[in-house]
């Protein structure tokens, strides 16, 4: 879906609160966009809380987000009833104006065989899930105990 054909349009924002409230809905309409509330990455914020496990970065904002082909206009889109698909982004601010995306990090990675169950899945903001890349869960939490003064600069990087 994510070809250059399409441009990723954001339809609305929302509190983390309102959203994380729907979950485990089958799904809500956003207009004619139905947004699916009993996905993976939805139910992890749910249950294990809208926090970076490693930075403690809290989730603010859920951005609803529809892939359009370039050439339609929402407008289009939405008379067309064509993309009925959105889906959220998830971002915290670690300062203010600045944004930082939310990602599912593998508590054991992918690459070591690790499965996409929701007991291996934890929320973490793009920075800390780059920076962990396939290290072990605790080895990088005790990497940051190491650093603790200076994380909030390496993050800044
Ligand atoms: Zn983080």
């Known amino acids: 879906m994510k070809s250059k054909n399409y441009k990723k349009i954001i339809l609305a924002e929302f509190p983390v609160d309102i959203i994380l409230n729907l ?4 799904h809500v309409y956003f207009g ?3 947004i699916y509330m009993n996905s993976i990455k939805l139910c992890v914020f749910k249950e294990k809380n809208a926090i970076c496990q490693f930075c403690k970065l809290r989730a603010t904002i859920f951005k609803l987000c529809v892939f359009l082909p370039k050439d339609i ?9 064509n993309f009925k698909h959105a889906f959220f982004n998830i971002y915290g601010e670690p300062q203010r104006s600045t944004e930082r995306e939310f990602t599912l990090d593998h508590i054991v990675a992918r690459a070591n ?8 899945l934890q929320p ?6 780059n920076l962990k890349g396939a290290i072990d869960n605790m080895r990088f ?5 190491g650093v603790t003064k200076n994380y909030e600069l390496v993050l800044k990087k």
């Open 23 to 26: 979950v485990e809905k089958r």
């Open 32 to 34: 004619k966009f139905r």
């Open 73 to 81: 206009s929402i407008k289009e889109a939405i008379e067309m009833q």
């Open 113 to 120: 065989k690790g499965t996409n169950d929701i007991s291996n």
């Open 124 to 129: 973490t903001c793009a920075k800390c899930n």
């Open 141 to 145: 939490k005790k990497m940051i105990i």
